[in-house]
């Protein structure tokens, strides 16, 4: 057993104690506690960095398993991490750092990390938003990370009253943090935002001044209840970093992708030499699609569309790993 699962053991036991008096409060309640901290994620992701494979799931440390997909132990660098760790974290392809993140409904909110092309935890640094949000995914470019700051927030009162703590909120505000990778909470620039939920980035890059990003953006997200939420369409945000100024494009209301997976094309491809592979829910159909894209050409047909039998629930997670 690793050294990290007893500082798991003990962030769990952190939680735990800052909740126990909201369980005592809702004893007797019936339905699932989504603040109570799993010790084993339900919908793990993974994430292959130096030499490692991680499972991820963004309430937890990670666990690293074997190439046979054995549980080796979970891992808290050390005691450096003291955050969840984010189930979509970014490597570099050209320096092979893994940047990712942690959030909570405890302060500190939001926390920013990156592990080195070795696998060493080489930054953290506490990023100050107003509130405890959900925040699943995030981006970067070659140059920056960029935090997505949305209206769906932890509600303590809820907690207690046994309600769902977990909801629209839009009296939050929404905004968009871009900092120079390895920055800090002073490097930030915010970008006020309308109010909307993204849960998956599709990509993220700079162009001269501008920063690019399209996302999957929900118009809302668990307004009156967790079935209470807009489709997903695709949608360009441009941040202008000169001006302090940002604009958005919307690309249509034609699918409901969940997150894409970017499959290089070789060992020496360039930075969109590849392919995009995702879920599309077809709702006519009540059923999936893998949809695979020439990620150089995202607007160009499918290369191909595999129908699958029915339909792979939203949030349904996956990784490419290079054999
Ligand atoms: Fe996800």
Not at 289 to 311: E, F, K
Request: hydrophobic residues 35%; negative net charge; charged residues 25%.
């Amino acid at each position: 057993m690793r050294q990290g699962c007893a500082d798991g053991d003990r962030d769990l036991e952190r939680r735990e104690t800052a909740l126990s008096s909201l369980r005592q409060l809702r004893a007797g309640a019936r339905r699932a506690d989504p603040l109570r901290p799993a010790r084993h994620g339900r919908d793990p992701a993974g994430a292959g960095h130096a030499g490692r494979i991680l499972a991820l799931e963004e309430g937890h440390f990670p666990y690293e398993l074997s190439g046979e997909l054995e549980t080796l132990g979970c891992e808290s660098y050390g005691g450096r991490l003291e955050t969840a760790f984010t189930a979509h974290p970014k490597l570099c392809p050209e320096t092979n750092e893994l940047h990712f993140f942690g959030y909570g409904y405890l302060a500190p909110y939001l926390v920013y990390h990156a592990l080195d092309a070795k696998g060493a935890f080489v930054h953290g640094a506490e990023i100050r938003v107003p509130g405890p949000t959900m925040m699943h995914d995030f981006m970067v470019t070659r140059d920056h990370a960029i935090f997505m700051d949305l209206p769906v927030t932890f509600n303590l009162e809820k907690a207690i009253k046994g309600e769902i703590p977990l909801g629209w909120d839009p009296d939050y505000g929404a905004r968009i943090g871009i900092l120079p990778r390895m920055g800090a909470d002073a490097d930030v620039r915010w970008f006020e935002i309308d109010p909307c939920y993204v849960f998956h980035p599709m990509n993220a890059y700079v162009d001269g001044n501008r920063v690019i990003c399209d996302v999957g953006r929900h118009e809302y997200m668990w307004r009156e209840s967790m079935n209470d939420f807009a489709p997903s369409y695709l949608h360009r945000w441009e941040f202008d970093l000169e001006r302090g100024t940002s604009s958005m494009h919307d690309f249509g209301r034609s699918a409901q992708p969940g997150e894409l997976v970017f499959a290089e094309a070789s060992d020496s491809a360039g930075e969109d030499e590849g392919y995009a592979l995702g879920f599309v829910y077809d709702k006519a159909r009540d059923a999936s699609d893998l949809v695979i894209l020439d990620a150089s050409g995202m607007a160009q047909a499918p290369i191909a569309t595999i129908h699958m039998p029915r339909r792979v629930p939203y949030g349904f997670h996956g990784s490419w790993i290079r054999g």
